[in-house]
Every structure is written in structure tokens, then in C-alpha cells.
């Protein structure tokens, strides 16, 4: 049973700095693609950055490019997503999510895609 845990989420100014804690455990994840998605209250949940395991090669929306990292540890089994020069439209409750299957690298931002959810963690960021 894969789970996903996600920490790391609280409240930040401005322009400040935020770091995502993925903890996966339930698989061996060195095939899976992992994923942060975000859902702000309204609207629908939208991909903000992914890593394939084997490999590392990441992916960004555009709207985060160039202020977030997403990266993994081996040995920790752990994605992380670090935040940099936060904005209020950033606000939102940021999820972990993996798969084994995604091979397509135009499926990636597709929260259908993904099999595993994590629970969500927080982010507000207040000016």
C-alpha cells in the first residue's frame, strides 16, 4: 500500500521561503513519477511540479518556474518541493502525489493520471 505523507506547509509573507516535505513509503519508488499538485479554495487542483525517480528529470509549471525546486533523497524515500519568492496567489493546499505508469511526459501535469494521494498540507501566504 503506497502512502504519501505531506509536511512542511504554514504561513508565510511575501517573497519568503517555504520546503514541502514528501515522505512515500508502501513501494519501491525508483520507477514512479512524483508529483506536487495545489488547490486553492474554488478552483480546480492544478500541477505545479514533478520528478521522474529514476533519473530525477523534473518539470514545472510556468507559473513556478525559476522559484520552486522539486527534488528527491534516496535513501530518505522523500520528495521535497522548496518554495522561494512566494506570492499570495501561492496560497493553496499543496498535495504529494506518485505512479508507476506515467511514461508520457504530456501526462505529467494531469492530476488523473496519478494513482496515489497524499493528504495535504497548507500553504498561506499573506501580504
Known amino acids: 500500500q503506497v502512502q504519501l505523507v505531506e509536511s512542511g506547509g504554514g504561513l508565510v509573507q511575501v517573497g519568503g521561503s517555504l520546503r514541502l516535505s514528501c515522505a512515500a513509503s508502501?513501494?519501491?519508488?525508483?520507477?514512479?513519477?512524483m508529483g506536487w499538485f495545489r488547490q486553492a479554495p474554488g478552483k480546480e487542483r492544478e500541477f505545479v511540479a514533478a520528478?521522474?525517480?529514476?533519473?530525477?528529470?523534473?518539470y514545472y509549471a510556468d507559473s513556478v518556474k525559476g522559484r520552486f525546486t522539486i527534488s528527491r533523497d534516496n535513501a530518505m524515500n522523500t520528495v521535497y518541493l522548496q518554495m522561494n519568492s512566494l506570492k499570495p496567489e501561492d496560497t493553496a493546499v499543496y498535495y504529494c502525489?506518485?505512479?508507476?505508469?506515467?511514461?508520457?511526459?504530456?501526462?505529467?501535469?494531469?492530476?488523473?493520471?496519478?494513482?496515489?494521494w497524499g493528504q495535504g498540507t497548507q500553504v498561506t501566504v499573506s501580504s
Open positions: 508502501g513501494r519501491t519508488f525508483s520507477s514512479y513519477v
Open positions: 502525489a506518485a505512479d508507476p505508469r506515467i511514461y508520457n511526459m504530456n501526462y505529467i501535469r494531469l492530476a488523473n493520471q496519478y494513482d496515489y
Open positions: 520528478i521522474r525517480w529514476s533519473g530525477g528529470i523534473t
